[in-house]
């Protein structure tokens, strides 16, 4: 069921790219790069979790399972800005996805600095 957690975040996306809450509400673009590393964190901890019982990994070093589970928000967040630059290149518009540099580079540490948390709220709920 937790697996629905960034499916949502991608709807919110997706209705927001289309009503404009990305061009009017100047801090939104933040909070959903915030808002999808936490959930995918999360997401990513269960399932680890779950490879865990079924004995397909060993118990992880907290600090080693962190790193794992940041490498994979890391890898998620550099996907997604690639899903905006191919969007920005393929559906041209007034608007772009990635206007700068400084943009992109905050949407990837907002995801890790979400991503950090999110595992901290997956290790506390166990």
């Not at 909070?31 to 779950?50: E, S």
């Not at 940041?70 to 206007?99: K, M, N």
């Amino acid at each position: 069921m937790i697996i629905l957690l960034p499916l949502l975040i991608v709807l919110i996306d997706f209705i927001a790219a289309r009503v404009g809450w990305y061009f009017t509400i100047e801090i939104f673009d933040d909070v959903m790069h915030f808002g999808g590393g936490l959930a995918i964190a999360i997401v990513y901890v269960l399932l680890l979790k779950i490879l865990q019982e079924e004995k397909v990994t060993g118990v992880m070093n907290p600090l080693i399972s962190f790193i794992f589970i940041i490498s994979l928000v890391a890898l998620t967040a550099v996907g997604w800005e690639f899903y905006e630059y191919l969007l920005d290149v393929l559906l041209p518009s007034e608007f772009l996805r990635q206007p700068s540099i400084k943009d992109t580079m905050g949407d990837l540490f907002l995801g890790l600095v979400g991503g950090s948390l999110g595992f901290l709220i997956a290790k506390i709920k166990k």
